[in-house]
């Protein structure tokens, strides 16, 4: 499997072009594909150290070197099928020569050091067995062979992926690590595994909580009806106390006057009247 080393391609130098430019070198022509910078957003670069570079296959760093009159700063990737040279980083990618990389994983970024006129990534692959008298050092046209950044991602990208043969001990190694970060907390490297136990933990949590509601809405209704009884009670006690009231007439014909009190003052006074049932 084989992907694009970048994400938006933009190729400025194809291979086996500028003959007379890369005689100096023995070869017979450019021995790789050469793609402009961009940023992460799709804008063009300017300045080194901001265009990520990414593993085009699975294998092992095998050489991690600075080559100041050709490659600059460059890392060789190689697996038991084929191998890649990444070059001109801004810097020395941190990767540890023996660790192993995969398809897809942050492995530096753009620059311009060694042979180059501005930012960019060179990128030469040869497959095993190598002919390195082919005039082009062993390296091969990549074009047609390889699918654009992604398409053959080996498993799930993660952050112990993208970690993976970092020496977090030195600056170059930290700042793959924050911008790893960085990318993690956008989303952009999701664990399947973890996003399912996430859905499930939150699903469990939503279900819970509509339980809960639905207990809380059942024990309102509850008390609903309870008071609904209660208001009722009352109703029909008030009820009964207004037809025990006797009228006027009941209470000349039937009731004797016991006294009188005043049970408040303002204004004008106000007078209760008491009765009681007559011979009682």
């Given amino acids: 499997m084989l992907n694009s080393p ?7 130098q194809k291979f086996g072009v500028n003959a007379s430019a890369y005689a100096k070198f023995g070869l017979k022509g450019h021995n790789g594909i050469d793609y402009r910078a961009f940023l992460p957003n799709g804008n063009r670069a300017y300045s080194g150290g901001v265009s990520e570079v990414f593993a085009p296959h699975s294998g092992k760093i095998i050489e991690n070197a600075l080559d100041a009159n050709g490659y600059g700063n460059y890392i060789k990737i190689e697996n038991d099928k ?25 492995v530096g970024y753009q620059g311009t ?6 930012i960019h990534l060179h990128w030469g692959f040869y ?29 799930e990208n993660n952050m112990s992926d993208m970690y993976n043969g970092y020496d977090l001990t030195n600056r170059e190694s930290m700042k793959v690590a924050v911008d ?16 399912d136990e996430l859905v499930s933990v939150k699903t469990a949590e939503l279900s819970s909580k509509i339980s ?34 006797p009228g006027q007439e009941d209470l000349e014909s039937n009731y004797e006057i016991t006294g009188k009190k005043i049970i408040s003052k303002v204004g004008d006074t106000t007078v209760e009247t008491t009765y009681k049932v007559k011979g009682v």
Avoid at 93 to 103: D, F, N, T
Avoid at 131 to 147: C, H, S, T
Avoid at 227 to 240: A, F, R, T, V, Y
């Fill in 212 to 245: 809960n509601d639905a207990k809380k809405i059942e024990g309102l209704s509850t008390q609903i009806e309870l008071l609904k009884k209660d208001i009722q009670s009352l109703n029909n006690e008030l009820e009964n106390c207004t037809s025990e009231i």
């Fill in 6 to 12: 970048v994400k938006k391609i933009y190729i400025t």
């Fill in 180 to 195: 790893v970060l960085v990318r993690v907390q956008k989303g952009e490297f999701v664990e399947k595994s973890k996003l």
């Fill in 113 to 118: 050091t060694g042979n180059s006129t501005g």
């Fill in 127 to 155: 497959k095993h067995p190598r002919n390195r008298a082919n005039g082009y050092a062993g390296f091969i046209n990549q074009e047609g062979l390889y699918k654009s950044y992604g398409s053959n991602q080996e498993g």
């Fill in 82 to 106: 084929y191998g890649s040279v990444l070059a001109h980083f801004s810097s020395k990618s941190p990767l540890a020569v023996g660790s192993s990389v995969k398809i897809g994983q942050l």
